[in-house]
């Protein structure tokens, strides 16, 4: 199983840009199919955006799409999250997941936070008005 850790969150205003980072330790990262969900209080946790264990295939949740750019690099088993024009309905914590699963189509993204076998502890990002 792979561990997960995220960095780069924190204060910003509206209209900022912020780019968070997830570490990934442990077993061929390489394989997995990764995501970006965020929780904001009181609500459900919701999928952000996704990319393939290849790279080449990405999504997006609908508030984030033209906003949000996931990348990754398995060389660094990391994944990031760009996020630009932020606004305050973005303030979350965010957290990166991995989906094992992803190791059997190139092009794989989950969106269901039940399809993830493995998070990290997440990362508060605050954007103020």
């Known amino acids: 199983q792979v561990q997960l850790q995220e960095s780069g969150g924190g204060l910003v205003q509206t209209g900022d840009s912020l780019t968070l980072s997830c570490a990934a330790s442990?077993?061929?990262?390489?394989?997995?199919?990764m995501g970006w969900f965020r929780q904001a209080p009181g609500k459900e946790r919701e999928f952000v955006a996704g990319?393939?264990?290849?790279?080449?295939?990405?999504y997006y949740g609908d508030s984030v799409k033209g906003r949000f750019i996931i990348s990754r690099d398995n060389r660094k088993n990391t994944v990031n999250l760009q996020m630009n024009s932020l606004k305050p309905e973005d303030t979350a914590v965010y957290y990166c997941?991995?989906?094992?699963?992803?190791?059997?189509?190139?092009?794989?993204?989950?969106?269901?936070?039940?399809?993830?076998?493995?998070w990290g502890q997440g990362t508060q990002v605050t954007v103020s008005s």
């Open positions: 990319i393939s264990w290849s790279g080449g295939n990405t």
């Open positions: 997941a991995a989906d094992w699963a992803g190791r059997y189509a190139s092009t794989r993204v989950a969106t269901s936070k039940s399809d993830y076998d493995s």
């Open positions: 442990g077993r061929a990262f390489s394989s997995y199919a």
